[in-house]
């Protein structure tokens, strides 16, 4: 029993480490979700079961649980990334009324396009 509290924990630790080097992207991926939901599920089936049916049972709920929430986080990402655009975009109409600006060289530019 000694043994298995030591591989349960050392299991725990390496899910949170693999967690903090996530970092947010509006790319679609929700892989590291899934696996880590997985992985998460197929601990705690185990643990609460004493079995591998439990352990299956678990990393399945846990995958699809983790799926859910990296689309989740997938859609709140490219909504921050969309208002960051559009902010920026704005700050430069509101800087710039006219489209045109000059540049530390004394070079005339014009943003608009046609």
Do not use: Q
Not at 31 to 42: D, F, K, M, P, R
Not at 67 to 82: H, K, L
């Amino acid at each position: 029993m000694n043994y298995f509290a030591i591989l349960a924990g050392a299991a725990a630790i390496a899910v949170t480490a693999s967690t903090i080097p996530a970092s947010a992207a509006c790319n679609g991926d929700t892989s590291s979700e899934t696996v880590l939901g997985a992985g998460s599920g197929a601990l705690v089936g185990g643990l609460a079961s004493h079995s591998i049916a439990g352990a299956a049972v678990g990393g399945v709920a846990g995958g699809v649980i983790g799926n859910s929430i990296g689309r989740s986080n997938n859609r709140e990402d490219c909504r921050r990334a969309a208002r960051a655009y559009d902010r920026e975009a704005a700050r430069d109409r509101d800087r710039y009324p006219d489209g045109r600006y000059v540049d530390r060289h004394g070079n005339r530019h014009s943003m608009m396009t046609d």
